[in-house]
């Protein structure tokens, strides 16, 4: 069977140089030429000239000379090439190709940039940013940092008796005389200015087309799964109340737990060089969240769903969660959420693994879905409400409901709501007065 590091064919072709070379640019590997598709031997024609052709062809193309050598099975003679992995960046007439899964592929803009990278021992996030001073930073994240690490017990109040400026040294995030990606992304107050797509998205859905209402949070990444989980369970997850003897419980449709690990692994595991935010998709029956992202080389979804050990995308970023008590360092991601979710009966997620992107789904129950409804159907006619009260100041309550079709009892109620919260105020005597937008 053909593996990543082991490929069959019954005749040669020059196209097959750029096996090689993704051979070499991936941990090496066996290229057979002579073998069918399914394993068996089946030789080649001329073979002593193939092997004295073939080791000209790849000095040439890629300035490497593998081992070859010719064996024979069941009487037929086949060519073996052995490929030594390279610690530095292999071109095969001028480009590079990377062995990926059983498959070679082409690489090109980002994916050559992370492959370079990943030659010379450094990550995406680990790049030094010009022009970026420690003055440009705000303090507000790293006292929250200060405040996570201390409360987690990853780090004592005598580790971080230190200036802001020293504790990304310490983090592992600067360089003689630069700060690398990570420390803008994790600590700077607007990210985006550098990388963009540093944000989550976040929208509720009425089907697949129709998108309600939305939100988008930006800012520093250390303080943003709190900021997302927040804002999700206030706006748009709504409660169903219940009680056991006296105690008031509320219920969300994902157990919060499971929700915030699921932020937390999009956040430090993102593919952030391409630009997309991390969306979270808000439906009736289902949460979906979005992320730009892909399993480390030579992995398949079985090792993702496996026990393993922590392989961050972003190293760097992960450390900083690690150290600020968030994550931990151990690959047991997956296996939290599903537990979270167990442990309050709910459904276990569902995951759907792309190329590119990793998506992980929560089924909710209709119930859910019905409060879900009422929610945003109560937001769309307070909208309404609101902008009649800007067009006519001095509208009715009977005249309201008449233009958006509900009872007059109806509008009350949303009046009432938005009185509340001070989206509107009245101005005047009952009779004759006039409406206040906000």
């Not at 021992?121 to 940092?145: H, I």
């Not at 690990?261 to 979005?290: C, F, M, Q, R, W």
């Not at 709910?346 to 792309?354: A, D, G, I, L, S």
């Not at 006619?381 to 309550?397: D, G, H, N, V």
Request: with cysteine; hydrophobic share 35%.
């Amino acid at each position: 069977m053909e593996t990543h590091n082991l490929e069959w064919k019954q005749s040669w072709h020059d196209d097959y140089l750029n096996t090689i070379c993704g051979f070499a640019n991936a941990g090496g590997g066996v290229l057979e030429i002579g073998r069918d598709n399914n394993g068996a031997a089946v030789g080649v024609s001329n073979p002593k000239k193939l092997s004295e052709d073939l080791p000209n062809k790849i000095r040439s193309a890629m300035g490497i000379v593998p081992s070859l050598e010719l064996r024979q099975e069941k009487g037929e003679t086949y060519v073996v090439i052995t490929v030594q992995p390279y610690s530095f960046p292999i071109s095969c007439n001028g480009k590079y190709y990377l062995r990926s899964g059983s498959t070679t592929q082409e690489l090109n803009g980002v994916e050559l940039d992370q492959f370079m990278l990943r030659v010379l021992g450094k990550t995406w996030d680990g790049v030094p940013v010009p022009y970026v001073k420690f003055e440009d930073f705000e303090s507000d994240a790293f006292k929250a940092f200060r405040r996570m690490a201390i409360g987690s017990n990853r780090m004592t109040e005598a580790d971080l008796r230190i200036s802001d400026e020293m504790l990304l040294d310490n983090l592992g995030l600067t360089e003689p005389g630069y700060l690398k990606r990570a420390a803008i992304l994790l600590f700077h107050q607007g990210p985006e200015r550098w990388v963009t797509g540093a944000s989550v998205k976040i929208g509720y859905f009425k089907n697949a087309a129709d998108l309600l209402h939305q939100d988008e949070i930006q800012g520093p990444l250390i303080t943003m799964p709190d900021k997302v989980v927040d804002l999700v369970y206030l706006k748009y997850f709504k409660g169903i109340i219940s009680y056991q003897g006296i105690q008031r419980v509320e219920t969300y449709p994902v157990p919060r737990a499971a929700f915030r690990e699921a932020v937390l692994n999009a956040i430090v595991h993102k593919d952030y060089s391409t630009g997309n935010p991390i969306h979270i998709h808000i439906y009736p029956d289902k949460v979906l969240i979005y992320n730009d992202g892909k399993l480390p080389d030579n992995w398949t979804e079985a090792n993702l769903f496996a026990p393993h050990t922590s392989k961050p995308y972003n190293p760097l970023i992960a450390r900083a969660f690690f150290r600020s008590g968030q994550i931990e360092a151990w690959g047991r991601g997956i296996e939290k959420i599903t537990d979270a979710c167990k442990e309050w009966g709910k459904p276990e997620p569902f995951y759907q693994v792309r190329s590119n992107e990793v998506m992980i789904g929560f089924y909710t129950e209709a119930e859910f879905g019905e409060k879900f409804g009422e929610k945003f159907g109560e937001k769309q006619t307070q909208e309404k409400i609101m902008a009649l009260m800007r067009e006519r100041p001095t509208i009715s309550a009977k005249e309201i409901a008449g233009e958006i079709g509900i009872t007059s009892r109806g509008v009350e109620k949303n009046i009432t709501a938005l009185k509340k919260v001070e989206m509107i105020e009245r101005v005047g005597p009952p009779k004759g007065g006039r409406w206040v937008v906000k």
